[in-house]
């Protein structure tokens, strides 16, 4: 069964979808019906939501790994991290049965769930999502277990992220928001589901799975060499073939794609992820 939901946005400070949804949900209620768990919602990081920023000191999800959780830093991340795992934590221990974290990117990958798991119940959600909401794209970043994870959601039994895009950092964007919404509208309506035990015959859906980070080349000095390719700009999700163009350098070569036979990138120039110099994520298209 699932009991209790827990609703996040903030944490990442800039990303304004979620944070606006939340907080239209605690004024005028949760627009979608549900009847069988108790849903609850907050905001992660209310100082870096306040100066329209990612993060203050550092990455906030990034801090909830066990090892983390055990050695906190003096950072303002670092003892958010510590309240919020008592909070809607233990991690490991939590009652949140799920913990819905909401964000936004500034890529082109449109209305994603991420799954940091693919266990039985992760399954469940991205083909009953890709059911109600054909244009999602479901990406398991299964990597690594699921405790093992550093990310917020991954405080609840049950963890999962949306991630929408592209939306400036710092503004809303409206299409960003209704999207936004509808994802959020099906997972609350999956755990109806769930609890209803109404979810027998989910037919199996394409997915992606993360694969690696590509990064920008650099020079001896850590400079830049290259920008992300026009023909691949703006083109998430979409196949990305051996020979085909990933990077336009300043000296007016072009770097091409070879690596894998087939590959699907997201993350393409997230704002975010430009002072670590990682260009794009790739990922395999698979059947969940
Ligand atoms: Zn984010």
């Known amino acids: 069964m699932i009991k209790h939901v827990m609703f996040v946005a903030g944490t990442h400070g800039n990303e304004t979808s979620g944070i606006q949804l939340i907080r239209n949900w605690q004024r005028s209620g949760c627009p979608y019906k549900y009847s069988t768990f108790e849903l609850s919602s907050m905001l992660a990081n209310e100082e870096a939501i306040s100066r329209n920023v990612r993060f203050v000191d550092e990455d906030l999800n990034r801090q909830f790994s066990l090892a983390k959780l055990a050695d906190p830093q003096i950072s303002l991340?670092?003892?958010?991290?510590?309240?919020?795992?008592?909070?809607?934590g233990p991690k490991g221990e939590s009652k949140f049965d799920l913990v819905v974290d909401i964000h936004?990117?500034?890529?082109q990958?449109?209305?994603?769930?991420?799954?940091?798991?693919?266990?039985?119940?992760y399954i469940s959600m991205g083909r009953f999502v890709k059911q109600v909401l054909p244009e999602a794209n479901i990406l398991v970043e299964d990597e690594v277990a699921y405790e093992a994870h550093p990310y917020l959601?991954?405080?609840?039994?049950?963890?999962?992220m949306i991630e929408v895009g592209g939306q400036p950092q710092g503004l809303l964007r409206e299409d960003v928001y209704q999207l936004t919404t509808l994802l959020a509208g099906a997972i609350v309506a999956f755990c109806d589901a769930y609890n209803e035990d109404t979810l027998t015959n989910l037919e199996p859906c394409q997915a992606f799975r993360f694969i690696r980070n590509i990064s920008f080349p650099l020079d001896d000095n850590g400079q830049r060499l290259a920008m992300i390719h026009h023909q691949l700009q703006d083109n998430d999700f979409v196949p990305l073939l051996p020979g085909q163009p990933i990077f336009k350098c300043f000296d007016g070569s072009e770097i091409t794609w070879e690596g894998e036979a087939e590959v699907y990138p997201h993350f393409i120039n997230e704002a975010a992820y430009s002072k670590q110099h990682v260009a794009f994520a790739t990922a395999e298209s698979f059947l969940l």
Request: hydrophobic share 40%; with cysteine.
């Open 77 to 88: 991340e670092s003892q958010l991290a510590i309240d919020i795992n008592a909070k809607i």
């Open 109 to 121: 990958m449109g209305g994603t769930l991420i799954l940091p798991s693919s266990d039985a119940f």
């Open 153 to 160: 959601c991954t405080l609840g039994r049950h963890g999962v």
């Open 104 to 107: 936004n990117t500034t890529s």
